[in-house]
């Protein structure tokens, strides 16, 4: 079975593949602080709690990460943990087959690279993903293939955080639709102006990338990915598909690609 890791900077996607099924998955912290052999422990505690499968099940690792501290860590995991099982690590000089047509194509994320080999497999191309985690990120994908550029905005959750930091009477809330744009309580202020705000964030910014994309806009595959996605999908106009494991699809792509 093919493990895939992807490191966010809030969190930590895993995900194991038995052929291009994913048949187990967790989400834990990202800790820049966790060393090598405790990130060993929690994924080997993560292994063995699951009825699925057992540790020596793991026949290869495909990852990506977001976060250099952590990176360093987790290769340091896979030579001492998994050194006799083949690892793939997305970084300058492994195939992806996505040619990256920005002013400086090593200023992308991995992840953002990951995400438009996925999209262009499941869905073809053009297409923009769309990832709401820490910031939330727009991808533009070329019916060729090609990552043409993209766009970043602050995440949720940062969104709330600076929120209920400078603003003396508002708090952290639950992030669940209210029951009407108009609020009748500060809560549910919040709460419309978070999701509803969002929704409107990714229709307009999606709309003015898909026409630039493609002469006929509608033909852009939109795609979202990422935990907090399940958020704004009811209230997006443009969202087309919802992909939770597009980036672990992505890594088992690039895994194959380079291993076979």
């Known amino acids: 079975m093919?493990?895939?890791?992807d490191?966010?900077?809030t969190q930590t996607v895993l995900g194991l593949f038995e052929g291009d099924e994913v048949i187990e998955h967790w989400r834990i912290n990202t800790d820049p602080r966790r060393t090598a052999d405790e990130i060993a422990v929690?994924?080997?505690?993560?292994?063995?709690?699951?009825?699925?499968?057992?540790e020596t099940d793991i026949s290869g690792i495909a990852l990506c990460s977001t976060v250099p501290s952590v990176l360093h860590e987790m290769r340091e995991m896979c030579r001492r943990y998994y050194g006799d099982v083949s690892a793939v690590i997305v970084e300058p000089g492994v195939k992806t087959g996505v040619p990256v047509r920005m002013d400086n194509p090593k200023e992308v994320g991995a992840d953002r690279i990951v995400n438009a080999l996925a999209a262009v497999h499941t869905h073809g191309g053009p297409a923009i993903v769309v990832d709401f985690g820490t910031a939330t990120t727009f991808d533009a994908v070329s019916a060729k293939g090609e990552y043409v550029g993209g766009a970043i905005a602050p995440g949720i959750e940062i969104s709330i955080d600076a929120l209920s930091l400078?603003?003396?009477q508002l708090h952290?809330?639950?992030?669940?639709r209210p029951r009407s744009v108009v609020a009748k309580n500060t809560v549910e202020a919040l709460q419309s102006g978070i999701i509803f705000g969002f929704a409107g964030q990714v229709d307009g910014i999606v709309e003015r990338m898909a026409r630039e994309l493609a002469p006929d806009p509608s033909e852009v595959t939109v795609i979202a990915t990422g935990g907090l996605a399940p958020l704004v999908l009811e209230e997006s106009r443009c969202i087309d598909v919802f992909e939770p494991w597009l980036t672990l699809i992505g890594l088992r792509l690039i895994y194959e690609r380079n291993t076979v």
């Open 2 to 5: 093919l493990l895939s890791i």
């Open 7 to 9: 490191v966010g900077n």
């Open 42 to 54: 929690v994924l080997q505690g993560l292994v063995q709690q699951s009825p699925l499968l057992a």
């Open 166 to 168: 400078r603003g003396a």
């Open 172 to 176: 952290k809330i639950e992030l669940v």
